[in-house]
């Protein structure tokens, strides 16, 4: 058993592959993001996929050219076809000793939801309730550093989402959502915007207040960062329907 280097463009999805696992795409192309190619594609002779279907998309989504695989050319034509089946099969037995499973959690600090844990880490330490009246939020003191708008924010992971939905094949309409949710990873330093605001002319410190990236009440922050965000959204299942 050989391990070969194939480009990605020249393996075949199998036409008539009975599983399905579209939600996986997104989780184990952040595990190669991670962790690299650990788990090679498993081919017949004609570079038919025969285990892999899930990494194979993964490796579009993240641009990669070429990929690890194995080459089951020792196999029957049957003998593939009960093993793309059992492969996907035995996956569904599979059963998490919760007790174990906290404890190897414990032990580590990459967040774990980008992998497909959210459900499991929910059962394992429940969320606690986000609807409550405490408010804690920092302060900051202006020290009268110069500071710029590029200073303010970090949009690096941003900017790879939008360049990986912008680039794929999907709906218009959805591409529209994705990418205004990729503003979600846009990363602020509100210390320097705390600067940048103590120095800035009223018109632009009134609209940096409603959009809450200065907190100057918290209950018009709630308003303007929830209410309206909510809004927004709305629109978007508005606008679809139509």
């Known amino acids: 058993m050989e ?6 463009d020249d393996l075949i999805p199998y036409h008539n592959n009975p599983r399905h696992n579209e939600g996986a795409i997104e989780y184990v192309a952040e595990s190669i993001r991670e962790f690299g190619f650990k788990v090679p594609i498993v081919v ?3 570079n038919v996929i025969v285990a892999g279907h899930t990494r194979l998309e993964a490796s579009k989504l993240l641009g990669i050219e070429t990929v690890p695989v194995i080459r089951a050319d020792d196999l029957t034509e049957e003998q593939v076809k009960a093993y793309r089946l059992a492969d996907n099969k035995v996956s569904e037995f599979a059963e998490w000793d919760e007790e174990k499973l906290e404890i190897e959690m414990n032990g580590i600090n990459l967040k774990m939801e980008q992998f497909g844990f959210s459900e499991l880490m929910n059962e394992i330490d429940p969320p606690e309730n986000p609807y409550t009246d405490r408010i ?3 302060f900051y003191e202006p020290t009268g550093e110069e500071v710029f708008l590029s200073d303010l ?4 992971k941003r900017d790879v989402l939008v360049n990986e939905v912008t680039r794929s ?3 218009e309409d959805v591409k529209e959502f994705l990418i205004r949710a990729a503003e979600r990873h846009t990363v602020f330093n509100y210390k ?3 600067e940048y605001y103590s120095n800035a002319d009223e018109e632009v410190q009134d609209l940096m207040e409603k959009s809450a990236l200065v907190i100057i009440d918290f209950d018009d922050a709630i308003k303007n960062g929830y209410v309206k965000l909510s809004e927004g959204l709305q629109g978007l299942v508005v606008e679809d329907e139509i």
């Open 136 to 138: 804690e939020a920092p």
């Open 169 to 171: 094949d999907i709906p």
């Open 3 to 8: 391990l070969e280097k194939t480009r990605v």
């Open 153 to 156: 924010y970090d949009s690096e």
């Open 192 to 194: 320097k915007i705390a």
């Open 44 to 46: 017949d002779k004609d």
